[in-house]
């Protein structure tokens, strides 16, 4: 009887270090190691944590992580708010166990043991801010939490969310490089969502159910630089030139119509974290060992001159374990091509530039 009167008494305690306010005061320790750092209790799978868990894309998307059967761990890192956020998804009835983490001084503990690391940590386009304007906040965010991940999860797969994505996946291979821990295969830019608006806006043009469609975007993920391959769109489709131009400009300024369509209330939220999650999922499904998982993403490729490009890879147990090749174009690609090139190289040496300089 006093043996299981302890145990409770253990359990309550422990139940309430993850989510009392108290465990999450600067610097305090939040009972968690390498050891504890696993399901108790919980199904197998994977430890995931979200870095900027209570911004506008982290919440919807620490949902649909929780929801994840894949997921055993889910930890939430943030600034702000994450004791809110922490003690509201982990009352969903799912398997993943989920914990909070509040301030730089506990950002080493939310990383330690993860397998994936998702990034929508940072500063959202507002009207009239182009995506270069973000570079400066968002580089230093990205450069501390990529810091973080060298010292706690170097094998992690990490996923970078935070704009301009064309310049942070420079940022934080240089900041792997400097710490001696980079692996290509282990540091995809999410270009999804430009992904998932291109099968949105073809299937309406076709008139069919955007799950029919596949559209690969291939380049960076910012205006020209987002280039829509129509020729390869799946299933098979021919466009007029008026359509692949009107479907071309719609996919590369998707962004920019949830901006002004929220005037002034952020940019794309739960579409993102929609396709954060899609992506992610797609990852773990790769870590497992499945075969044949295929996504865009923005990653060190050698597809073209340049060192960083996004064209569809295969994720696997090590992360992007093949990188596939553009594929033929049409003389309207090949002309987007060429301008998303000369831009993407000016993106991606100011995101080395911001290390090494
Ligand atoms: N890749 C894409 O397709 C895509 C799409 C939309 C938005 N974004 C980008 O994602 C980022 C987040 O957008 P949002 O709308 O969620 O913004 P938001 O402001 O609502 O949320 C950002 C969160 O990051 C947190 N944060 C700030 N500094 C941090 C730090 N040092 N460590 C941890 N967390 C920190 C903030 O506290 C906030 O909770 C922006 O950079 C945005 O441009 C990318």
Known sequence: MEAHAAEV??????????????????????????????????????????LGAAGGIGQPLALLMKINPLVSVLHLYDVVNTPGVTADVSHMDTGAVVRGFLGQPQLDNALTGMDLVIIPAGVPRKPGMTRD???????????????????????????????????????????????????????????TLDVVRANTFVAEVLGVDPREVDVPVVGGHAGVTILPLLSQVKPPSSFTAEEAEYL????????????????????????????????????????????????????????????????????GRSGAEEIHQLGPLNEYERIGLEKAKSELAESIKKGVDFIKK
């Open 9 to 50: 008494n253990h359990r309550i305690a422990r139940i309430s270090a993850h989510l009392h306010p108290s465990n999450f005061k600067e610097g305090g320790d939040v009972l968690l190691n390498k050891a504890n750092c696993r399901a108790k209790g919980g199904a197998p799978g994977f430890k995931v944590a979200i």
């Open 248 to 315: 071309t400009n719609r996919i590369q300024n998707g962004g920019t119509e949830v901006v002004e369509a929220k005037a002034g209330a952020g940019s794309a939220t739960l579409s993102m974290a929609y396709a954060a999650a899609k992506f992610a999922n797609s990852c773990l499904h790769g870590l497992k060992g499945e075969a044949g998982v295929v996504e865009c993403a923005f990653v060190d490729s050698q597809v073209t001159e340049l060192p960083f490009f996004a064209t569809k890879v295969r994720l």
């Open 133 to 191: 304007d973000l570079f400066k906040i968002n580089a230093g965010i990205v450069r501390t939490l990529c810091e973080g991940i060298a010292r706690a999860c170097p094998n992690a797969i990490v996923n970078l969310i935070s704009n301009p994505v064309n310049s942070t996946v420079a940022i934080a291979a240089e900041v792997f490089k400097k710490a001696g821990t980079y692996d290509p295969k282990r540091l995809l830019g999410v270009t």
